[in-house]
């Protein structure tokens, strides 16, 4: 089993693309809410096991997406075209770095185990690249253990990692941000930042197969269990979009881990996407998504889906700086081209 392992892990090395190895099991219900870290000397919390082993898996080499290395600038933060958007944060790595997720790594992404989504996106980036903060806050998590709230956890998953509780919230509920597999840290707990402040460097701490930044944003609680799609939440490039949407089988639970294809008119180029998996992955209060694909240049789409030895599709527009949304209903095809419906439940602040 051993030789197995090591083979795995050697095999994993060789790969070009760098992305989280999730930890081997699912956390209790009880994880530890990370709202504010111990003090480096305090001792560790006796309710913190220590993490197990990593176990790795071998898992077919991604294709990369065929992306020229540049994007036009981002829109400045915040950005909310409507009521119902919240691009609050910037890129958490310098512009001139690859500053948006793999394409195989996006939040909801299922890589290891059917029932383990991805619960952030990964950014690229280069060993030694800075870590930028996504907006301004205070410093609440710098190092080691995040995952497992334990602070001296060297096999944390999450490697060396920050976290900011950021300045302004949503729909009256925190807002954070965390930043994972890093080599260093710049910060301390307790610290204020703003915006583009330097936080560590990228690196390959805790179960990673390379040099990447893992990103989460999280709402209401600095939980594992609390976090949301960072693509709803990163502003796009200037005159760039985002696609969301909602699949849904015949009795209106979600489908999970469906391909999409998302095909520009203009370009030809086609983009592949997922719904959501099946874990700790949150959909945002007013889209009620399951599947997100950012960074797409504006313009006329069709969307297909297979399913069933049947394929569906239609056409959506990206519009600049927004969110454009559909909705997908096994056996029905897509039910809905635009904006949902605001639930009455959902407190919208005044843009
Ligand atoms: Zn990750």
């Not at 930042?193 to 990447?212: A, K, N």
């Not at 069709?302 to 056996?331: C, H, M, Q, S, W």
Request: aromatic share 12%; hydrophobic share 40%.
């Amino acid at each position: 089993m051993r030789s197995i392992v090591r083979w795995l892990t050697s095999a994993l090395f060789l790969m070009s693309i760098a992305a989280c190895v999730p930890a081997t099991v699912t956390p209790s219900p009880v994880a530890f809410d990370l709202s504010e870290q111990e003090p480096a000397a305090a001792p560790a919390p006796s309710a913190a096991a220590p993490a197990p082993e990593p176990l790795r898996f071998l898992f077919p080499t991604p294709a990369p997406e065929p992306v020229s290395a540049w994007r036009p600038p981002l829109y400045p933060v915040p950005w909310a075209l409507t009521p119902y958007d919240h691009f609050y944060f910037t890129r958490p790595t310098p512009a001139n770095e690859v500053n948006w997720p793999l394409a195989d790594y996006r939040y909801g992404g299922v890589f290891f185990r059917p029932d383990l989504a991805h619960t952030g996106i990964d950014i690229d980036a280069k060993l030694g690249a800075p870590v930028l903060a996504a907006g301004p806050g205070t410093v609440v998590w710098a190092g080691w253990g995040f995952y497992s709230g334990w602070a001296e956890n060297e096999n944390d998953p999450y490697g060396i990692a920050v976290a900011i509780r950021h300045d302004f919230g949503y729909q009256g509920k925190p807002l954070y941000t965390m930043y994972g597999h890093m080599s260093q840290v710049d910060v301390t707990v307790g610290q204020h930042v703003e915006t583009g402040d330097v936080l560590g460097r990228v690196g390959i701490t805790g179960h990673t197969t390379g040099p990447h930044l893992h990103f989460e944003v999280r709402l209401e609680h600095n939980s594992y269990f609390h976090t949301r799609n960072p693509e709803l939440w990163i502003a796009p490039p200037q005159g760039w979009g985002v696609l969301a949407g909602r699949l849904t089988d015949a009795k209106n639970e979600t489908l999970n881990g469906v391909s999409v294809s998302v095909t520009s008119y203009e370009t030809g180029r086609i983009f592949w996407v997922k719904s959501y998996g099946q874990g700790s992955v949150n959909s945002d209060e007013y889209y009620n998504e399951n599947l997100v694909l950012g960074d797409l240049p504006a313009g006329w789409y069709t969307i297909a889906i297979e399913l069933d030895k049947k394929t569906y599709d239609t056409e959506i527009k990206i519009l600049p700086g927004r969110v454009a949304y559909f909705t997908f209903k096994e056996g029905k095809g897509f039910t809905s081209i635009g904006l949902p419906k605001v639930k009455t439940d959902l407190q919208i602040p005044a843009p």
